[in-house]
């Protein structure tokens, strides 16, 4: 693959983005908030007088 056809797949990304929005940041987005959420309710401190 050469340079010239790397480039190419940056508009039919971006029609895609534009078509359906950023799924790969939306799914990221949700990833991170389930990892807060999964820490916080596996924080035991709270329970055991740390915090």
């Given at each position: ?8 797949f ?8 534009a ?13 991170e ?7 916080e ?5 709270k ?5």
């Open positions: 693959m050469t340079t010239t056809d790397k480039s190419d940056v508009p039919i990304y971006d029609s895609l983005v078509e359906h929005g950023d799924v790969p940041a939306e799914a990221r987005e949700a990833a908030e389930i990892q807060r959420e999964a820490a309710a596996l924080d035991w401190s329970v055991r007088g740390g915090g």
